[in-house]
T-cell receptor, first 118, second 115 residues
Framework: AQKITQTQPGMFVQEKEAVTLDCTYD???????LFWYKQPSSGEMIFLIY??????QNATEGRYSLNFQKARKSANLVISASQLGDSAMYFC???????????????FGTGTRLTIIP | DVKVTQSSRYLVKRTGEKVFLECVQD?????MFWYRQDPGLGLRLIYF???????EKGDIPEGYSVSREKKERFSLILESASTNQTSMYLC??????????????FGPGTRLLVL
């Protein structure tokens, strides 16, 4: 079974609209972390936002927020007021385990290609 | 700012050649990772290292080896390159801290073409 599922291979969104990128995960570990990364056409992966499994509140970073629904095992990325520069691939990733040891790996989803239309 | 650099952005090699991909980070991170990225498959972990001379296999280690002789440098080696190793290779590093600080920082990637 896939540990991270991103069901939207591609999305087209009008500039200035809000966009939600879906991510569901599968783990039996009570302690885990969820990450979103952006990959522009240049290829470099850029960290956007992090949510810990025990965090009570949804994470926010500027225009990015993470809609964390633990019971549904869902961690959707919400981008408010989209901009042309938001066009990129977006990856959801999960770290299982408490993260204390530093050697836990990330498992990535297959990504969503977001295109912002002027 | 964390900086992770990779030795080449683009590389063309022939089948059977030995290929070295080098990654250097300047933030004294303990952990370093090598991924390959293929369309429709996302990023898949090849190997990672949590200390000098330490390494662990990731999800797809076959056909690859790694070397970490110094903390800042992590090398990926293709002993005998094959066409199915044509891919984008991404190096990453992170600290041992928890939470958002544990995020992995990525290099710019190396696009490898094996002919």
């Amino acid at each position: 079974a896939q540990k991270i599922t991103q069901t939207q291979p591609g999305m087209f969104v009008q500039e200035k609209e809000a966009v939600t990128l879906d991510c569901t995960y599968d783990t039996s570990d009570p302690s885990y972390g969820l990450f979103w990364y952006k990959q522009p056409s240049s290829g470099e992966m850029i960290f956007l936002i992090y949510q810990g499994s025990y965090d009570q509140q949804n994470a926010t970073e500027g225009r990015y927020s993470l809609n964390f629904q633990k019971a549904r095992k869902s961690a959707n990325l919400v981008i408010s007021a989209s901009q042309l520069g938001d066009s990129a691939m977006y990856f959801c990733a999960m770290r299982e385990g408490p993260g204390n040891f530093g050697n836990e790996k990330l498992t990535f989803g297959t990504g969503t290609r977001l295109t912002i239309i002027p | 700012d964390v900086k992770v650099t990779q030795s080449s952005r683009y590389l063309v090699k022939r089948t059977g050649e030995k290929v070295f991909l080098e990654c250097v980070q300047d933030m004294d991170h303990e952990n370093m990772f090598w991924y390959r990225q293929d369309p429709g498959l996302g990023l898949r972990l090849i190997y990672f290292s949590y200390d000098v001379k330490m390494k662990e296999k990731g999800d797809i280690p076959e056909g690859y080896s790694v070397s970490r002789e110094k903390k800042e440098r992590f090398s990926l080696i293709l002993e005998s390159a094959s066409t199915n190793q044509t891919s984008m290779y991404l190096c990453a590093s992170r600290t041992k801290q928890r939470g958002a600080l544990e995020t992995q920082y990525f290099g710019p990637g190396t696009r490898l073409l094996v002919l």
